[in-house]
Structure formats: structure tokens, C-alpha cells
């Protein structure tokens, strides 16, 4: 089968919905969000309860580097409990959503610049699930996951995403799950911020909301802030997919806008 052909038959899988899918980027923190009653679970479950039900999810976690891209084809993706030190009800906690094989097709069709491999193994670590079961509980949206290729720049990831926006236009929400400040050498377990945390988390902030997406791309420029705020970037890539998506003039809101233990921010955004 042609490349021609595969696009005309998974368009008609994926057929164009009447009403765009928004775009999500998520600030996850701590995985007990997934099961705790707190500000930031709650501000998910409004979002998913006020989102059109989409035909899929893509889902761009920080919790999964590799070396090129990759995007999971399997029908039923695993619960991956990628974490230590927390309760066992967290690691007796499955979130049993299909996978979609279709979507994972046709995200290698339409991504053109990068070549994108099918994964059988990996399945839904916790950036994805511990987001997913709160924005869609009963587990009845499949979901697929795209990788971050650790080799790439922003300018590349941002523009991998880019890739990726007419997805939206056929039913499928795309999520970026990480967190705009992220330094858990630093993380305070109390409910406070230090003021470069809440001066980097403002800068993107500004920067999201007049649309100034090469100052995001670019953040190292901050300085000193930008290195405390992320002395690694796995965690703000994920966004990087989720404005590349955003059309001119396409709004973007807050649903969750806080920076908590000292160095994490909670910051969580619309697109559309």
C-alpha cells in the first residue's frame, strides 16, 4: 500500500469532526494527584468534564526519552508505575484505556520531517495516566503516546508538534503532560514557591499569552532562572507540542496556574 493510499484510508477512519479538538498542556507534579481529592485533580476533572469527547488521545509525556521518536501501536497499552516511594494503592492503580493502532498509523503518515517507529512495549507511564484518569475516569478514549526524541532541540520538538496539528481537526486531543518548573533537587514538600520559580513561571506565562512562541523555544535566555527553574528539560518539552498546534489568534487560558513545593509549578493550559 502507498503512502497515498494509507493517509486516504486512515483519513477515513479519522474523518474531519465538525468542531476542532483543544489542545492540553497539563502540569501532572506528583503522581498521588491521580488518586488524592486536592486543587489541581479537581481543576482536571472540571477540564475533562467540560471538554468535547475526543476520538483519541496523543499524549507527549516527560516520563518517556528515547533516541529517535516513537509512538506506541499496541492495542492495549500497560500501566507503567514508573516511580518509587509512594503508597501501594498508587502501584495497585491501573488505568486500563485501549490503544489505537490507527492513530499510531496515521501519526507516522502525517509527521513528514521525522521518522516515527512503532513501540510495543512502552504503554501509558504515569505523565499520561495520572492525567488521563482524572480528565476521562472511565477509561473509554483510547490513547497513544509519542516520545521525545532526547537528541533534539525545542526548535526541532516545536516543530515535530507542529506536524501534529491537523490531528486536532480530527477528533483527537492532543496532551502535553510535564511541568513548566521542575527541579525536584530543590522541592520543599510545602506549599510555597521560591521567587526565581514563580519569575521563570511568569515569563512563560507572558510569553503563552501573547503568543510569543520562539521567547518559549528559547527560554535558556532567561539566564539563571531558567537553569534552577529546569536543570533538565524533559518536563517543558511537552508544552512545545502543545503551542505548535495553536493557530493564529487561537486563544490560550489557564486551568491550573500555581507554582507548589518550592520548585513545581502546576501551571496547566487550553489551546483553543
Not at 473509554?140 to 532541540?153: A, C
Not at 533537587?185 to 506565562?205: K, P, R, S
Amino acid at each position: 500500500m502507498t503512502l497515498n493510499q494509507t493517509l486516504q484510508q486512515l483519513n477515513t477512519q479519522f474523518a474531519d469532526a465538525d468542531e476542532k479538538m483543544p489542545a492540553l498542556f497539563v502540569g501532572h507534579g506528583n503522581p498521588m494527584n491521580a488518586l488524592e481529592d486536592n486543587e489541581f485533580s479537581r481543576a482536571w476533572i472540571a477540564t475533562g468534564q467540560a471538554l468535547p469527547k475526543p476520538n483519541a488521545v496523543l499524549c507527549v509525556s516527560a516520563h518517556w526519552e528515547t533516541v529517535g521518536t516513537q509512538v506506541t501501536a499496541m492495542a492495549q497499552p500497560r500501566t507503567i508505575h514508573d516511580f518509587g516511594g509512594f503508597p501501594r494503592e498508587l502501584f495497585e492503580y491501573h488505568y486500563p484505556a485501549p490503544g489505537s493502532p490507527a492513530l499510531a498509523r496515521l501519526t507516522q503518515a502525517t509527521v513528514m520531517q521525522t521518522a516515527v517507529q512503532f513501540d510495543h512495549r512502552w504503554g501509558l507511564d504515569h505523565g499520561a495516566w495520572s492525567v488521563l484518569c482524572r480528565l476521562f475516569p472511565h477509561a473509554d478514549v483510547p490513547v497513544i503516546q509519542l516520545s521525545l526524541d532526547r537528541r533534539q532541540t525545542p526548535a526541532e520538538h516545536y516543530a515535530l508538534g507542529k506536524e501534529l496539528r491537523t490531528l486536532r481537526h480530527k477528533g483527537v486531543l492532543i496532551v502535553g503532560s510535564g511541568n513548566l518548573v521542575h527541579n525536584l533537587g530543590m522541592i520543599t514538600w510545602q506549599d510555597n514557591a521560591y521567587d526565581w520559580a514563580i519569575e521563570f513561571d511568569a515569563a512563560i506565562t507572558r510569553a503563552i499569552q501573547t503568543g510569543d512562541h520562539a521567547a518559549i523555544m528559547h527560554y535558556a535566555k532567561l539566564g539563571h532562572v531558567a537553569r534552577l527553574a529546569l536543570p533538565t528539560n524533559e518536563h517543558f518539552l511537552p508544552l512545545l507540542y502543545v503551542l505548535a498546534t495553536q493557530a493564529a489568534n487561537e486563544p490560550a487560558r489557564f486551568f491550573a496556574d500555581r507554582v507548589t513545593y518550592g520548585s513545581l509549578s502546576m501551571r496547566s493550559v487550553w489551546i483553543g
